[in-house]
């Protein structure tokens, strides 16, 4: 399907279960006002899509409670997604069950990684924007293949910018190493990430959250200095 300049909206599963839908083009200079929930969600034959500037991802009538079914969600076979450097969003529940899609770029710009957005993905690895206010939602790579992340530092001080976490997002990941870069305050719990082994915490965390590394791998960690809170069951194992 080729989506001409003059589209501005694509509503709610507007190609929601095009089963044969091998190739989705939008024209040079598309601006969408909207793409809604669920929009090519089950295209199983789906491959490869560029996605244009998006102003407001996947929050149709539906997406209201939280639950809509993400923009591209259990498309099986998506191996590639180009994202607009203009996206400051990823919607609740964008590229769950995407099981094909190894790696994607996220927009410099983004503010909002939603919840679930990557849940039962294949994602392998991901790089994390130093954007200011940037959120990750609950169980936004759960039980992903996620065995890789890395938090996008300024090159200049080689700190970044804090990030807000939701419960739980990275659960039952493949996990084994995450590094947090000077300038983060607030670590995400990284519960139940069975392979975690190894962690680098900075001095800039002040507090342990609860459950923050409860049934991980971690055989040793070096506190900071400034710690002042270690919260309920932070290391149970």
């Known amino acids: 399907v080729y989506i001409p300049d003059t589209v501005k909206y694509i509503g709610d599963y507007a190609f929601d279960s095009c089963y044969s839908?091998?190739?989705?083009?939008?024209?040079?200079?598309?601006?969408?006002?909207?793409?809604?929930?669920?929009?090519?969600?089950?295209?199983?034959?789906?491959?490869?899509?560029?996605?244009?500037?998006?102003?407001t991802l996947g929050k149709g009538a539906e997406a209201k409670s939280g639950s809509a079914t993400g923009v591209f969600s259990y498309c099986i076979n998506l191996e590639k997604v180009t994202l607009s450097d203009d996206i400051t969003t990823i919607c609740n529940n964008m590229f769950c069950y995407t099981l094909s899609l190894k790696s994607i770029n996220i927009p410099k710009k983004i503010k909002t990684i939603g919840a679930n957005a990557f849940n039962y993905s294949g994602i392998t690895s991901v790089s994390i924007p130093n954007s200011e206010k940037l959120s990750i939602g609950v169980n936004a790579f759960t039980r992903s293949k996620l065995s890789s992340i890395t938090f996008e530092t300024d090159e200049k001080t080689g700190k970044r910018f804090d990030v807000s976490f939701g419960s739980t997002p990275f659960a039952y990941t493949l996990l084994t190493e995450v590094v947090f870069p000077e300038g983060m305050k607030t670590l995400p719990s990284l519960s139940k990430v069975s392979t975690l082994t190894k962690v680098t915490i900075p001095s800039t965390?002040?507090?342990?959250?609860?459950?923050?590394?409860?049934?991980?791998?971690?055989?040793s960690v070096t506190l900071p200095e400034n710690l002042t809170t270690i919260g309920n069951y932070a290391f149970q194992f």
Do not use: M, Q, R
């Open 205 to 219: 965390v002040t507090a342990i959250p609860a459950n923050a590394f409860e049934y991980t791998g971690l055989t």
């Open 21 to 55: 839908l091998t190739d989705v083009e939008f024209g040079k200079n598309v601006s969408l006002t909207s793409l809604g929930a669920g929009a090519f969600a089950k295209c199983l034959a789906l491959k490869e899509i560029t996605l244009p500037k998006v102003t």
